[in-house]
């Protein structure tokens, strides 16, 4: 390990990183993540607040061209938190914020993920004043900050020079991936740096990386040692050097920012052991600042809910995880696909059997199972609207998003109805939509997030099945399409019932814990109607194609 002699604030000022706006003071700004509500902005992509930082080292924004630079940054954010407020939110997960490989042939570094120096803020979004004051404004408005973070790899920094001319060839960018690496000679084209314990830098060498190759993520030593896909490069993160490095250098980053949580990218591809050391050591060095329940969320991109446990499941390893089986599982399959409702029975109530039942040490003070998060889309899918754009099949995603138990995530844009299709082009510019309110899904995730404040039971109350057709919309069966599922909260009990079925109208009495006699109305919908609760706790429930009730008591 390399530790030059400067500080942590003459690192920051010597980068450029600003200085008027004070340091902030570290505080805890969360009693319980169920309450909360994500919005995911990708920077590059919400709002431009400051032309000055659009063109850098001669490039600036292609407009129109989505896998290049479009000029998001902290300030454009910052002018709208207005906006992610009033939608009813309560957390805004941004992407990764240090300075990044800018351009290759084939895409920019937009979406921040290519990290060049962990050291330095990307000077396309701001600067560490622009930053401060995002975090200060958001938590003045209770808005808190996760930020997007990077262990796995950093970006394409060197290419490996395997005929020795010094040059870069383009076979010599993505080589095949080999079990014994490459020692060949490293063609540098950034110095990353990590922050290094006690102060100063640690510049990364090519010990610090595992040097294999380009790897199949399909194999599990591939996933683990090879390079990412456009040639990332993968860090040596077994490596205590590198290990503490990376603690320091995210702590570092909150003690100057007073950000609430990270989002971790590429969980998975880290070794084995790396995660309950690095929350270890993160969590007890931010408590000491005086930040409590810190958010881990690990990006687990698997349909295997067995393994999301696993990882969430070491002790001290990360607080949560997305629950990527919902996504593909319910939101994809049942509602989009129209699988029958009791396939995702498991997702929805029997995978907790697979998780630890309590929080990790330090942590957020929830078991995996309770923190875990729901998403409809991200930055990684095809947007909602672009796989089906019809209004009632988004709803009834984003109903199931904001009631089952959970803490529910929302892409940005979804709520204006943006139809991308994967990679680029589900990361449109917002502020070409105007920051509409008056869309139809804006209105009704707006009312969804209402609801979710007002009813305890939907933010910290457990799930329970109450019924799950055996078919779909190929059937016709009565109940083809049927869902209802319950939550119960000291008191306060939410019914929601739904018909996945696109074609047909769907019924069936639908078990409830309410008691015999009483009335039901529905939330989600300005009607009269009522509902009686029968013989057993029983409610007679008939909806028509992709329809939904949110049933309580009637005042």
Known sequence: MRAGPLTLLSLLFACGEGGGVPAPTIETHVEDWRDEVIYQVVVDRFENGDPSNDVLDGIGPDPGDLVRHQGGDWEGLRQRLGYIEALGATAIWISPIVANVDRTPREDGYHGYWASDFTRLNPRFGDLDDLRRLVRDAHARDLLVIVDVVTNHTGRVFAYDLDADGEVDPGELEPPYRAEGYDAPLLWTHRPRLFAPGGGSFQLEAEHFHRRGFGDVGVREEKFFGDFPTGLRDLATGREDVLEALVETYVRWVRETDVDGFRIDAVPHVEDGFWPAFGRRLRSRLAALGKRRFLLLGEVFTTDSVRLAQLT??????DAAFDFPFKFGVVDGMILDGDPPAEVVPVLEGNRELFRPFEQPGGIGLSPWEARVLIADNHDTWRLRGELDRFDS???ALLMVVTVDGIPAIYYGTEQELTGQGGGGSRERMWDTGFRTDTETHRWLRRLLRLRREHAALRQGALRVRYAAETNRESEAPDAGLLAYE???EGDRVLVVLNAN?????TARVPSGFPVGVELRDELHDQEARWAVGAG???????????????VPAP
Not at 502 to 506: D, M, T, V, Y
Not at 537 to 551: D, N, S, W
Request: glycine share 10%; proline share 3%; no cysteine.
């Open 313 to 318: 499941g070491e002790t001290h390893a990360l």
């Open 394 to 396: 988004a709803a009834l």
């Open 487 to 489: 939550r119960d909260f």
């Open 502 to 506: 696109a074609l047909r109208a769907a």
């Open 537 to 551: 706790g029983a409610v007679e429930v008939e909806l028509g194609p992709r329809e939904a009730v949110m049933l």
